[in-house]
């Protein structure tokens, strides 16, 4: 029956396709054959940055048909702060997950931040920070090694350090009064300024394909699980490191302009929040893709809409915002990874709509006298195969 079976093979297949197929070598694709080569289209970034910013300005309008003080000095200082420490944050959770690794431990460390400011923050802006920097960076950087060691998923080894935090933010039993007299009102301008700067040279570095596809190298491609080479261990470390010290910055502000104590809480719903923005901007949930204005429109369309809900007194709760924002962030990263990709293109010599028009699923592998044909060769029994090598072409 064997000889049969290859006998009634060689005659459907005259070409040695087949053969060829499964004589081919099956080692698994490198990593750059696998996906797209990190090529993009930036179309659909910049179609929807334009939506970003007439939605800002919509927000904007109400809020100052609400209040046209809101806008002005000195209201607009502490928005502006409030956008500062939302978009660092924000600037965080998007380079981890471009980067493959997203920090989920970004609020409770700026939570701890804002704590430990409001104790310490009478002996000095430096003498508070600088601890407290030195102590996230070094947390960031364990957990970054504890990543690419292991080879587990970052959003893990983030939680279970944001696990962590939340113990130590949990140790106050009553909320913290803010020490010293630091007001960072005078430079609010110079705050967002940075943020700004930071968010679109961010960007517009992660349009070179080069960058881009160095700091996504973690992204998943074929088995997750596999390595990817130390290549990937840069990344990782300058992301998780950085996004903890910028955690620690907007915990810094929260503290220094917030009029009342500190409370003690998790912090989770601010990384929900920094997430989702990052996530709406346009950032793709699987690494890698991003825009060049989202993460600044975006931050500034969630700082205008909860200084309206709270002018309005509608009381929304952070975590609905941030479980929000996050499905909506969602969506746009569908969208993003459906019309970012490069399209394809046919080889030269392969008449596809002529495939199409007769319901044949040729491949690119096949001769190119099938490719062009507008109709399936015949075999030996005079017509085309209908048994299990038919329906594999």
Same mark, same amino acid.
């Given at each position: 029956? $064997?000889?049969? &079976? ?33 090529? %993009? ?18 927000? $904007? ?6 209040? #046209? ?11 502006? !702060? ?10 965080? =959770? ?27 923050? %009478? ?10 920097? !030195? ?30 935090? /939340? ?15 630091? %007001? ?38 074929? %088995? ?7 290549? $990937?261990?840069?990344? /990782? ?9 910028? =955690? ?37 949930? &699987? ?28 009381? @929304?709760?952070?975590?609905? @915002? ?21 399209? #394809? ?12 028009? /007769? ?35």
């Amino acid at each position: 029956m $064997a000889a049969d &079976y290859r006998a009634r093979r060689r005659d459907l297949d005259p070409e040695g396709v087949e053969a060829a197929i499964d004589e081919a070598p099956t080692e698994p694709m490198r990593r750059d054959e696998a996906d797209d080569g990190g090529r %993009d289209r930036l179309g659909i970034h910049i179609g929807w940055e334009i939506l970003l910013l007439l939605a800002v300005a919509a927000i $904007a309008f109400l809020l100052y048909r609400l209040d #046209p003080a809101g806008l002005r000095r000195p209201a607009l200082d502490g928005l502006l !702060i409030s956008g500062a420490a939302i978009g660092l944050l924000t600037l965080g =959770a998007g380079l981890t997950i471009r980067a493959g690794v997203p920090n989920l431990a970004l609020g409770p460390v700026a939570l701890a931040a804002a704590l430990h400011f409001a104790e310490n923050g %009478d002996e000095g802006l430096v003498k508070a920070a600088v601890p407290a920097l !030195i102590i996230a960076a070094a947390g960031g950087l364990l957990v970054a090694l504890f990543v690419i060691v292991l080879h587990v998923p970052g959003w893990a080894a983030t939680l279970g350090a944001a696990m962590g935090v /939340v113990v130590y933010d949990q140790l106050r039993t009553a909320p913290v009064v803010v020490q010293g007299d630091y %007001d960072p009102s005078n430079q609010a301008f110079y705050l967002f300024g940075g943020f700004a700067l930071l968010a679109v040279i961010g960007g517009a570095l992660g349009t070179v394909t080069p960058i881009r596809r160095l700091v996504g190298r973690l992204r998943p491609a074929g %088995d997750p699980a596999l390595r990817r080479g130390a290549g $990937a261990a840069l990344p /990782v470390i300058a992301a998780l490191v950085l996004s903890s010290v910028f =955690a620690v910055g907007a915990g810094i502000l929260m503290a220094a302009q917030s009029a009342g104590p500190i409370v003690p809480g998790t912090g989770l719903e601010w990384t929900g929040i920094a997430i989702g923005a990052a996530l709406l901007a346009g950032t793709s949930a &699987y690494g890698r893709r991003g825009g060049i204005f989202g993460t600044l429109l975006s931050v500034a369309g969630i700082t205008l809409f909860l200084d309206y809900a709270n002018r309005r007194d509608l009381d @929304i709760s952070l975590f609905a @915002i941030a479980g929000c924002t996050i499905g909506a962030g969602l969506i746009v990263s569908r969208l993003v990874e459906t019309y970012g990709r490069p399209l #394809p293109v046919p080889a030269v010599g392969e008449d596809w709509n002529a495939a199409a028009s /007769v319901g044949t699923t040729w491949s690119p592998d096949m001769p190119e006298t099938w490719a062009t044909s507008a109709t399936p060769p015949a075999t030996a029994a005079g017509r085309w195969d209908e048994g299990p090598w038919g329906s594999a072409r």
